[in-house]
């Protein structure tokens, strides 16, 4: 089946603002079979006390609280009106955040029943200021977050992975997301900041361990090739590196093009041919 298994909408306050439902009619021209609309899920309360940057890369991260009714009336809407067109899956892409499982966990519990695909994904991780920090705002922001580790850059990756690891082993309850999203969204700035493309043996072993949790735990892998069309980033999401040992150990990865426009709407599905999985 031709899926594209992550994308946004015109509520997202960070995306395009152009309407789903050309984004769906986009997706039915491309021969697009199953469509997966996973926004942004609101950030836990009380997370503003331990977020640190550019207060917009705050206020623009997510849906809020308020919109999840607007969310779920405009998606089962376009459910039904194209159900005879396409298969259309609702959900969110959720926020880990360390320290915040309990919060996260209860709102998972609370649109489980309401959700068929759902994706966890990392962009806040510990800097300075004993804060959280987005990994994915601006390249200011994440040279004031991060400055301590641009200096070693592999020292930068593990503390990232080390908190994907906090991710895939948290404790979310019956709903956890079946899906990790951009793997090694960390790489987005390593074209500007001149950080290595690939992860030494260190991170490698620490990947492993994560893979080889996500293959037992029945997980997938989000297969983003958003990072191609980054101006600093150009390689898709996770990489061949991860790519290949996730196929090596059986982890389906499910195309996804994190569209928050039209025209990114199954963006880099050729590439999906290079490998094995869906």
């Not at 376009?78 to 966990?105: C, H």
């Not at 990790?180 to 072993?205: R, S, T, V, W």
């Amino acid at each position: 089946m031709k899926i594209d298994g992550h994308t946004h909408t015109e509520l997202c306050p960070h995306g395009s603002h152009e309407s789903t439902e050309s984004m769906i009619e986009r997706a039915i021209k491309l021969g697009f079979e199953h469509y997966c609309i996973t926004e942004h899920a609101p950030l836990p309360r009380g997370f503003e006390k331990k977020y640190r940057g550019d207060p917009e890369g705050l206020t623009t991260a997510s849906l809020t609280w308020e919109q999840l009714d607007d969310y779920f009336k405009l998606t089962n809407h376009l459910k039904q009106k194209y159900q005879d067109q396409i298969k259309i899956s609702v959900g969110f892409e959720v926020d880990y955040l360390p320290g915040f499982e309990k919060q996260i966990q209860e709102f998972l519990n609370r649109v489980g029943p309401q959700t068929e695909q759902n994706i966890l994904s990392l962009h806040f991780m510990p800097g300075k200021d004993d804060g959280l920090w987005c990994v994915d705002y601006t390249t200011a922001d994440f040279a004031t977050g991060f400055a301590e580790w641009l200096s070693t850059p592999q020292q930068l990756y593990q503390q990232y992975f080390e908190v994907v690891f906090q991710e895939v082993t948290a404790d979310l309850g019956l709903y956890r997301p079946q899906r990790l999203g951009h793997l090694n969204l960390i790489q987005k700035y390593q074209d500007f900041f001149h950080l290595p493309a690939e992860f030494d043996q260190q991170n490698l072993q620490l990947i492993e361990r994560i893979l080889k949790i996500i293959k037992q735990q029945g997980r997938e892998l989000d297969f983003n090739t958003a990072g191609l069309y980054k101006p600093y980033c150009n390689q898709f999401y996770p990489g061949i590196q991860i790519t290949k040992m996730a196929e090596k150990l059986g982890i389906p990865l499910v195309f996804g093009s994190d569209a928050h426009s039209v025209a990114e709407v199954g963006h880099g599905w050729h590439l999906r041919s290079l490998f094995k999985s869906n």
